[in-house]
């Protein structure tokens, strides 16, 4: 593995808490219309969500969270009969709207339909872990084979109406070396692009030496299709696990430009960075000229919080050139604008060029460690509601199948063995 050079100090901590986050999490439906392998969701038969108990969740999250946007996932959200009252009433509590996607059932009047609802965003996830009809029969090899795909709803979201376009992609041991063709072909695109997330495969292990039990210390049997997100153990040590510091290594290698700005650390292991996030300045030609630095983002999360009384994510306002008046805090954005005024003074038309800026998340989810514990994302941002309590999102089908989140026995030292060794990543 490269090694990496991130250093919490350099890092601004998001100030987001259990209680003061600016994200909730909203599952509308269980139902999909195409077939991700690692799905976190378990098809169990809840189908649609129905409008007043998401009402509920949502005003829940609003009265427990105080949140600036609510992300309404699934199952496919666009699928819920009830789409357009959702987002409809997300707007009237005044929050924004953010949803995660596949894209497959989109059209251009749904977007502008969306749109009228208030809808800000949209996240879509596209990537070669999917079965989907668009493929027809042609073999996904290569996550750059998809991008015809991402530009063709990206262009669809442009056309439909203003709103925050993001691509995530799931990445594991066997593509990692892609996550720069991807990140590429974002910048290319930056004036359809706001953002990338790419979130490092994890799931529960299938291993021998473990042993899974509930709350009340009842002893469930497990393996590779328990859950969504159960792998086995060639899963464990072959494709899964990839630490965000080798993403950060692979896109610093890349993207000499790039740099992290802030992060969510582990609520049991204080080395993990379990949200890494970034923002790249370029021009809308594909030149990079450097990257936010902490403050900008601190600057950004405490004025929001001191104006509108809680934290911010999915930035309605462009910043173009302005970012550049931020120099005079963030010595990454002076760096950035000294590089953008060399760029244009060798040949002055570049002046007329757009700048635009583009964020770059790492998201590591849950990992099991060698002592059985799971070291989660500190004041998880993707918490949702299930039978009046807040969970992580990311381990829901545990509490829906089980009655609660699993707890793990190490109980024999091979199983130790192969879990450190995972675990052990910046060691
Ligand atoms: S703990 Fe799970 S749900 Fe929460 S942010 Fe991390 S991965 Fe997402």
Redesign the pocket.
């Known amino acids: 593995m490269e090694k990496s050079t991130l250093d919490k100090g350099n890092l601004y901590r998001l100030p987001w808490s259990m209680n003061d986050n600016p994200i909730g999490?909203v599952e509308v439906t269980d139902i999909c219309n195409i077939h991700c392998d690692g799905c976190y969701r378990l098809v169990m038969g809840g189908g649609h969500k129905p409008l007043q108990q998401i009402k509920e969740e949502i005003l829940f999250i609003k009265k427990w969270r105080n949140c600036d946007g609510i992300s309404l996932a699934g199952g496919e959200p666009v699928l819920h009969p009830q789409i357009y009252e959702i987002i409809q009433f997300i707007t009237d509590n005044g929050m924004k709207s953010m949803m995660l996607t596949n894209g497959y059932a989109l059209n251009e009047e749904k977007l502008v339909n969306l749109k009228k609802a208030g809808l800000t965003g949209l996240s879509f996830h596209i990537d070669s872990t999917q079965t989907r009809p668009e493929f027809k029969k042609e073999k996904i090899e290569h996550e750059e084979q998809l991008n015809d795909l991402r530009l063709k709803f990206a262009k669809l979201v442009k056309k439909s109406g203003d709103f925050y376009t993001h691509f995530g992609m799931t990445v594991h041991r066997n593509n990692l070396e892609e996550v720069p063709d991807f990140i590429r072909w974002a910048i290319d695109n930056v004036d359809y692009v706001n953002g990338i997330s790419l979130i490092t495969f994890r799931g529960l292990p299938d291993l021998n030496g473990l042993e899974y039990c509930t709350d009340k210390g009842e002893n469930v049997s497990f393996n590779t299709s328990s859950l969504g997100y159960a792998i086995s153990a060639e899963t464990m040590k072959d494709v899964a696990n990839v630490p965000s510091q080798e993403v950060y290594a692979v896109l610093k290698k890349h993207f000499p430009g790039y740099e992290a700005t802030s992060y969510l650390g582990g609520t049991v292991d204080h080395t993990s960075f379990?949200?890494l996030i970034g923002n790249l300045i370029t021009d809308n030609k594909g030149h990079i000229f450097g990257a936010y630095g902490k403050k900008t983002i601190e600057w950004a999360q405490v004025m929001h919080h001191l104006f509108y009384s809680k934290y911010l994510v999915y930035p309605r306002m462009k910043m173009g050139k302005r970012i550049f008046i931020m120099s005079i805090l963030d010595k990454q954005v002076r760096k950035a604008f000294k590089n953008y005024l060399l760029y244009c003074l060798a040949n002055p038309v570049r002046f007329f060029h757009p700048v635009k800026a583009i964020g770059l998340g790492v998201?590591q989810?849950?990992d099991l460690l060698a002592d059985g514990s799971v070291d989660?994302?500190d004041d998880?941002?993707?918490?949702c509601v299930h039978e009046g309590k807040l969970v992580?999102?990311?381990?829901l089908d545990e509490c829906r199948k089980f009655g609660s989140m699993l707890h793990v026995h190490v109980n024999k030292d091979s199983a130790k063995e192969i879990l450190a060794r995972h675990h052990n990543h910046d060691n």
């Open positions: 999490w379990k949200w998201i989810g849950p989660m994302c998880c941002p993707d918490m992580n999102s990311c381990r």
